[in-house]
């Protein structure tokens, strides 16, 4: 549920105590439409998962509440869907990272995984942030900005982002 009281359109995937809890920017019409993160065809997220050696297998979609037994779990900044996330303006951004802040809070995962340096420099007001473990805790928990997987994103390839889920896996945070 929403701080309004309605339901989100992708619902989170959280538990306390998770190992990695990935943030989304906002959820595509595709993934609204099914109610599964990372939904639509040509999103890396899953795939960049496995080659990561964070699941076992590749998952799908619809598999995402298996997220949770590998101490896995997935949220967005934003919750409503849009075609690009070029369409969200920089006040949900804010206030999507207020939310974010509190939900961190809440749950308290090992590390908050950020996916989209762009969405974290207007959400966070960071606006030299580069990818990476950051120098800033959200919700009290270490931070990381990984690229958006969005297949939409051409700055950053399968291997990039596999690369970059394993240096997040590795993390003593996360490995420790």
Excluded at 3 to 13: E, I, M, Q, T
Excluded at 97 to 107: K, N, P
Excluded at 125 to 150: C, F, H, I, K, Y
Aim: proline letters at 10%.
């Amino acid at each position: 549920m929403t701080a309004s009281g309605r339901s989100k359109p992708v619902p989170d995937l959280i538990a306390p105590g998770l190992d990695v809890l990935f943030c989304g920017i906002n959820p595509s019409l595709r993934s609204a439409e099914t109610g599964q993160h990372f939904a639509r065809p040509g999103n890396r997220f899953w795939p960049a998962l496995h080659l990561a050696g964070l699941t076992a297998r590749r998952l799908t979609p619809a598999e995402g509440p298996e997220l949770l037994r590998h101490g896995l779990g997935v949220t967005n900044v934003v919750d409503r869907p849009t075609r690009t996330a070029a369409e969200l303006d920089p006040a949900e951004l804010r206030a999507g990272a207020e939310a974010l802040e509190a939900l961190v809070a809440r749950y308290r995962p090992r590390v908050l995984a950020v996916l989209g340096v762009t969405a974290w420099r207007q959400a966070f007001d960071r606006p030299r942030a580069t990818l990476g473990r950051q120098p800033e805790r959200v919700g009290g928990v270490t931070t990381w900005v990984a690229p958006n997987p969005s297949g939409l994103n051409a700055h950053h390839q399968l291997p990039d982002l596999a690369r970059l889920y394993r240096e997040l896996r590795d993390a003593p945070e996360v490995s420790g």
